[in-house]
């Protein structure tokens, strides 16, 4: 299920980061970075359907010789949250991470004083709509949210932060509907970003609870208000944020978009055009068009649980690599022993020991 291609310099930094790797004993306490909390105006969000707020929360980490070292630049780590979420998943910790590792500030600190990787700056903006999440594209109804991200936020850090202002040295990442951004984000623009890796990438093609057989679209059909979406469970309402997304349409209150699927006759069939809008936002069917746009990219990575309780992120995920491989475009997959979110966090989760060593091997720092 893994692919990937080093060349010679990766090699030499991989060793180098092992070498680092077992020298950890020897390193003294974690220094601590610093979290800014800033409002990015986004100009692409302007005036919108569903009236959201054009200046949102982002949160940004900088690491612990920021402050110490007045002419350092370095690589920076986009990292966008899920549906639901806000920036505030990445800062806040939670009940079940209790080692210490369990907030990206923290996590960064500890791993780096450990020299598992070097210092980055990590930028988490909140892309959380009114409905519930942007799946960081743009949208009709709920404004140009990718427009956001590769044009506003990154001018914004580029201009405000001493970062590496090119996209050798800019990253992009995500869990769920975040992974699903940063990988048709990466997808589109290698020319910004230069790696990516998708964390249990969501709503990447048609599969078992993401099929004409999930009764939440037909649920979708008879609800009228948000208050009753929620109320037939997450995966009606997540068919309203996913629709505002990939098939909006602003003359269709109060939910604004047109359904994939409607019923004739009793009984659930595909509707055109929203049917194809919907393929046409899924990444196992973009292979085809940003092929080429995929081979720029220094890396792309993602990743499943064996146990992931939303059904059709493994085999999505699995068709997904099926599809690049049969290109040669050049990834890994990888499926581990875990459900949706379990194994994110701690010292010994995947945001530590996979996720961020992956962008420090990868993105290009100062000599």
């Known amino acids: 299920?893994?692919?990937?291609?080093?060349?010679?310099?990766?090699?030499?930094?991989?060793?180098?980061?092992?070498?680092?790797?077992?020298?950890?004993?020897?390193?003294?306490?974690?220094?601590?970075?610093?979290?800014?909390?800033?409002?990015?105006?986004?100009?692409?969000?302007?005036?919108?359907?569903?009236?959201?707020?054009?200046?949102?929360s982002v949160s940004i980490y900088l690491p612990p010789s920021y402050d110490k070292l007045p002419a350092k630049r370095y690589p920076v780590v986009y990292l966008l949250h899920g549906i639901?979420?806000?920036?505030?998943?990445?800062?806040?910790?939670?009940?079940?991470?209790?080692?210490?590792?369990?907030?990206?500030p923290r996590l960064m600190d500890r791993a780096s004083a450990e020299r598992r990787f070097g210092e980055m700056i990590v930028v988490m903006p909140d892309q959380k709509t009114k409905f519930g999440?942007?799946?960081?594209?743009?949208?009709?109804?709920?404004?140009?949210?990718?427009?956001?991200?590769?044009?506003?936020?990154?001018?914004?850090?580029?201009?405000?932060?001493?970062?590496?202002a090119k996209a050798s040295s800019r990253g992009i990442a995500g869990h769920s509907m975040g992974g699903y951004g940063a990988i048709t984000i990466g997808m589109k623009h290698p020319d910004v970003f230069s790696v990516v890796y998708g964390l249990n990438p969501a709503v990447l093609g048609w599969s078992r609870d993401l099929t004409i057989d999930n009764p939440g679209f037909a649920n979708v059909l008879?609800?009228?208000?948000?208050?009753?979406?929620?109320?037939?469970?997450?995966?009606?309402?997540?068919?309203?944020?996913?629709?505002q997304a990939f098939s909006p349409n602003a003359s269709r209150p109060p939910f604004f978009f047109d359904p994939p699927f409607v019923l004739v006759n009793g009984k659930l069939q595909p509707s055109e055009p929203a049917f194809r809008m919907w393929e046409d936002h899924f990444p196992v069917k973009m292979v085809d068009t940003y092929g080429s746009n995929l081979t720029k990219l220094r890396g792309l990575r993602f990743d499943s649980g064996y146990e992931d309780e939303f059904l059709h992120i493994p085999p999505t995920a699995r068709a997904l690599s099926t599809e690049l491989t049969a290109?040669?475009?050049?990834?890994?997959?990888?499926?581990?022993n875990g459900d949706h979110r379990n194994r994110l966090w701690g010292r010994t989760g995947r945001l530590a020991n996979e996720v961020f060593p992956y962008f420090w091997l990868l993105l290009d720092s100062e000599k």
Request: proline share 1%; net charge negative.
């Open 1 to 56: 299920m893994k692919r990937i291609f080093f060349s010679s310099s990766w090699v030499i930094r991989l060793l180098f980061a092992l070498l680092l790797g077992c020298a950890t004993t020897l390193v003294a306490p974690a220094q601590e970075g610093r979290l800014v909390r800033e409002k990015v105006h986004g100009k692409s969000l302007e005036n919108t359907v569903t009236g959201e707020v054009a200046d949102r």
């Open 84 to 104: 639901m979420d806000t920036d505030g998943t990445w800062i806040l910790e939670w009940s079940q991470k209790g080692d210490g590792w369990g907030t990206v």
């Open 133 to 164: 999440g942007s799946f960081y594209t743009n949208s009709k109804v709920t404004g140009n949210w990718e427009d956001f991200t590769v044009r506003d936020l990154v001018s914004y850090v580029d201009g405000k932060y001493r970062t590496i």
């Open 222 to 243: 008879k609800v009228k208000t948000l208050e009753e979406a929620l109320q037939q469970g997450v995966y009606t309402f997540g068919i309203i944020v996913v629709g």
């Open 327 to 336: 290109r040669g475009i050049e990834h890994i997959f990888e499926e581990y």
